[in-house]
């Protein structure tokens, strides 16, 4: 019988996954002043699958080169995580960092930092959909903004890719969504597991 279980499971995941992938993703973003920004509680990013070139991951604090010159700049800049609990990656000019997931994931959210034409996260969709790529140009705020909440739903995916032309693509608080079961895949799995159940009375 659990077998039974299992293809319930994976039938209840799929439905899911494939209601999802069938709609268009929806961009969300709102520019973050300093204010903002320091009301937020920084959590550390999940680590990439691989990276190319110059990555920075889950450091603390404005980066800089040998010469002293800013290399990346942290979206906490200006307020009391800067240099404490601040956390953030940078994607550096001329990299990527590939991010790829077990279990299908149906949305993410992040902070941009200072987002820039150079920079580009590129979602590639299941089911054959291509790919969806959103361009710092897209999510970013009037003047006088530091960073962007971005978030990305309607969406269906198992990997993603940050690259940066030139420094930097800094980002904080990565998260993904993991696909949810809904409620009549639930009664799926519940009625598979019921029948197993009846029948270890029967047999027994």
Not at 53 to 64: D, L, M, P, S
Request: proline share 4%; glycine share 12%.
């Amino acid at each position: 019988m659990k077998s039974l279980n299992f293809a319930g499971i994976a039938a209840a995941i799929f439905l899911a996954a494939s209601t999802v992938a069938s709609a268009a993703p929806t961009l969300s973003f709102s520019g973050l002043n300093q204010a903002q920004i320091e009301a937020l509680t920084p959590v550390a990013n999940i680590a990439p699958t691989s990276t190319t070139g110059n990555y920075f991951n889950n450091v603390i604090g404005n980066q800089f080169n040998g010469g002293g010159g800013l290399i990346a700049r942290s979206p906490w800049e200006g307020t009391s995580h800067q240099n404490t609990d601040g956390v953030f990656s940078s994607v550096q000019g001329g990299s990527s960092a590939t991010f790829e997931f077990d279990k299908v994931q149906t949305g993410l959210s992040m902070i941009w930092g200072s987002p820039d034409s150079y920079n580009d996260l590129v979602i590639t969709l299941l089911g054959g959909g291509g790919t969806y790529t959103i361009n710092g140009n897209d999510v970013k705020g009037p003047s006088g903004i530091l960073a962007s909440l971005v978030g990305v739903t309607n969406v269906a995916f198992q990997k993603i890719v940050l690259t940066s032309g030139s420094n930097a693509f800094e980002f904080a608080n990565l998260k993904t969504t993991p696909v949810p079961i809904p409620a009549g895949a639930l009664l799926l799995v519940t009625a598979v597991g019921g029948l197993a159940l009846v029948r270890r009375r029967k047999s027994a």
